[in-house]
């Protein structure tokens, strides 16, 4: 939950790296929680608290996959691949899940040798 929590505290970040540990973590909980707010509104017969709770996490997620694209030495504007179908939302996996850069590059310090993600 410290993952989630920290992805929220850098809510409008863009610039820095972010590790996988923490890209991932963010996606899981963000998941798990959408998917419980989910049964809420569906319950209760809401009908918007998934759709406000979506629009909140549109920004933090964009700005913690820029940071990931920049841990592995990616401009953040790799993010638009995703609009290719299909191959820009495999291409864009892939670049979640590769290592990133094990020194520091351009977009800043390693963060797992300085322990800038949490």
């Given at each position: 939950m410290?993952?989630?929590l920290?992805?929220?505290?850098?809510?409008?970040t863009f610039?820095?790296?972010?590790?996988?540990?923490?890209?991932?973590?963010f996606v899981?909980?963000?998941m798990?929680?959408g998917?419980a707010?989910?049964?809420?509104d569906?319950f209760?017969r809401?009908?918007f608290?998934?759709v406000?709770?979506?629009?909140a996490?549109?920004?933090?997620?964009?700005?913690?996959?820029v940071?990931?694209?920049h841990d592995?030495?990616?401009?953040?504007?790799w993010?638009?691949?995703?609009l290719?179908?299909?191959?820009?939302?495999?291409v864009l996996?892939i670049?979640?899940?590769?290592?990133?850069d094990?020194?520091?590059?351009?977009?800043?310090?390693?963060?797992?040798?300085?322990g800038a993600?949490?």
């Amino acid at each position: 939950m410290d993952w989630y929590l920290a992805v929220l505290r850098k809510y409008a970040t863009f610039d820095g790296r972010a590790r996988r540990m923490e890209y991932w973590m963010f996606v899981l909980f963000n998941m798990l929680i959408g998917f419980a707010i989910t049964l809420v509104d569906v319950f209760a017969r809401l009908g918007f608290l998934g759709v406000l709770y979506s629009l909140a996490m549109i920004i933090p997620t964009l700005a913690v996959t820029v940071r990931r694209l920049h841990d592995t030495g990616r401009s953040g504007w790799w993010v638009f691949i995703n609009l290719i179908p299909v191959v820009g939302a495999i291409v864009l996996f892939i670049f979640m899940v590769i290592e990133g850069d094990p020194h520091d590059n351009e977009y800043g310090p390693d963060p797992e040798v300085y322990g800038a993600s949490l």
